[in-house]
């Protein structure tokens, strides 16, 4: 492994994250975060957009969210997200301006990309942070995330090498108040023509269609399990996930079992949520579970088996029939 003199790295860049020429909210999250590690460090705090040249009229928006500079990188076939151009424009970017910090959202598409990224830029990574910490002198970043299951929380740092990568949750961190007054550099920037090769191409977008709210962004959650025993049985999860005005959520039992579309998993393999409010029916609580959802504000469990493993991290335990309790709940919020 070639040494690094680390002290031609500088700067802390956020790549966000555009969907459907839409910028996620994980962005403006980050940027908050990136803002106070930028603060510390004493340099410029960096977004880095990606997509068709439309997006150009995004960059302001991350100007108004803390960004000192936004590069935008931007080529019609960019327009739609492809790990392998994402991840080629970017590394490209990166070994020009040589940042020491590189943050994105830990989301299907960031959990895609970066690590292709990290391998090109021969960089650390670590993957599903909820907290950054800075040791300033030696200008490392201790990246924290749960581990062994949410058992432990680790601290992990790449002293050696540039760029510090990290992924981080969504909704862990707050976005600074948005600014309109703000003012930063936009650069263009146009990716290389054999950066944009790649073996897979974007044919269709198809969207799901749901009438519940998305997990990821929901404050509650009403989570089934494998004790829900069916596919019909799961109509219950949604009639109370309606009423309560939250999203249906499901372990990944009930996704493998074929009741409810992967898009609700919650867990390691899932999606990580934080709600304000999460409500596991019939869910044992696996480890692999209680690492997606054991940060919620509040979390109330209904299992009939009182040493089930949810418990232990439920604030409101109920030991009953989930076919009793449920409907029960139901009929008293309808009232």
């Known amino acids: 492994m070639s040494e690094i003199n680390k002290e031609d790295y500088k700067g802390v860049w956020i790549v966000a994250e555009q969907r459907m020429n839409d910028i996620h909210k994980v962005s403006f999250e980050l940027l908050g975060k990136g803002h106070e590690i930028a603060d510390e460090l004493g340099v410029e705090l960096a977004a880095v957009l990606i997509g068709a040249p439309a997006m150009k009229e995004k960059a302001k928006e991350l100007v108004s969210y803390g960004a000192d500079k936004v590069y935008v990188i931007t080529d019609e076939k960019l327009e739609h997200?492809?790990?392998?151009?994402?991840?080629?424009?970017?590394?490209?970017?990166?070994?020009?301006?040589?940042?020491?910090?590189?943050?994105?959202?830990?989301t299907a598409i960031g959990r895609a990309f970066f690590p292709r990224v990290s391998i090109k830029l021969n960089a650390g990574l670590t993957a599903d942070c909820t907290d950054f910490e800075l040791l300033k002198e030696e200008r490392n970043l201790l990246q924290i995330r749960p581990a062994f299951g949410g058992s432990l929380m680790a601290k992990i740092a790449t002293p050696e090498r540039r760029p510090q990568?990290?992924?981080?949750?969504?909704?862990?961190?707050?976005?600074?108040?948005?600014?309109?007054?703000?003012?930063?550099?936009?650069?263009?920037?146009?990716?290389?023509?054999?950066?944009?090769?790649?073996?897979?191409?974007?044919?269709?977008?198809?969207?799901?269609?749901?009438t519940t709210v998305n997990i990821a962004e929901a404050d509650i959650i009403v989570t089934g399990g494998r004790g829900i025993g069916s596919a019909d049985k799961f109509g219950l999860i949604k009639e109370l996930a309606e009423a309560v005005g939250g999203a249906v959520g499901a372990s990944r039992?009930?996704?493998?079992?074929?009741?409810v579309p992967y898009s609700h998993q919650v867990g390691q393999t899932g999606k990580t949520v934080s709600p304000k409010l999460y409500i596991a029916c019939g869910v044992s609580g696996a480890v692999q579970h209680l690492a997606g959802m054991q940060?919620?504000?509040?979390?109330?469990?209904?299992?009939?088996?009182?040493?089930?493993?949810?418990?232990?991290?439920?604030?409101?335990?109920?030991?009953?029939?989930?076919?009793?309790?449920?409907?029960?709940?139901?009929?008293?919020?309808?009232?």
């Open 81 to 106: 997200y492809n790990d392998e151009m994402y991840a080629n424009v970017l590394a490209d970017l990166a070994k020009e301006h040589k940042p020491e910090i590189m943050l994105t959202g830990a």
């Open 253 to 259: 039992a009930a996704v493998d079992s074929g009741w």
């Open 165 to 210: 990568m990290a992924t981080a949750r969504y909704k862990v961190f707050k976005a600074i108040e948005k600014d309109d007054s703000r003012t930063g550099d936009i650069v263009e920037v146009t990716p290389k023509p054999e950066s944009l090769d790649a073996k897979s191409s974007f044919k269709e977008f198809i969207e799901e269609v749901e």
């Open 295 to 335: 940060s919620s504000d509040v979390i109330v469990a209904i299992n009939k088996d009182p040493e089930a493993p949810i418990f232990s991290v439920a604030k409101y335990g109920i030991v009953g029939d989930v076919f009793e309790i449920v409907p029960a709940i139901i009929e008293r919020l309808k009232k």
